[in-house]
């Protein structure tokens, strides 16, 4: 009965790293909080993630979750950063080390990420830059 427990408690731990490393053979994975600052979505609350720039896609997946499907993405040419602020004290305290949060402007509304300052600055320029001939803004045709 015990090795059962001990199993059972095991299992979502293992699931989690293997997960966390097949995310990472994909693409660039850093952690990440995400939030939707409107009232009108589920929780406005700022939740634990990872997420992924995979070419043209960004993913986010939440931290304690089973699934291999992202919670949230969207494409780099369809989003804008609307800017930056510093994570005010009480957000600070449920944010770990991510310091820095973009508010941006996506097709489904608005979203904010909140990152540490490094991973900022490689986000910023991973959205900011396009392929050759697609202006800001447009999505390329690939």
Known sequence: MLGVVAVLIILPVAWLVVRRRW?????????????????TTPSPAWMLGVARLAGERFEWYRVFSLSLRPRATFERGRAQVAGTREADAAEASSLYDQGRIAELT?????LELALAPPDMTTFLSWIEASPPGVLYGESPDL
């Open 23 to 39: 995310l990472a053979q994909q693409g660039w994975v850093f952690d990440c909080s995400m939030r939707y600052p409107s009232t």
């Open 106 to 110: 996506v097709p489904d509304g608005q």
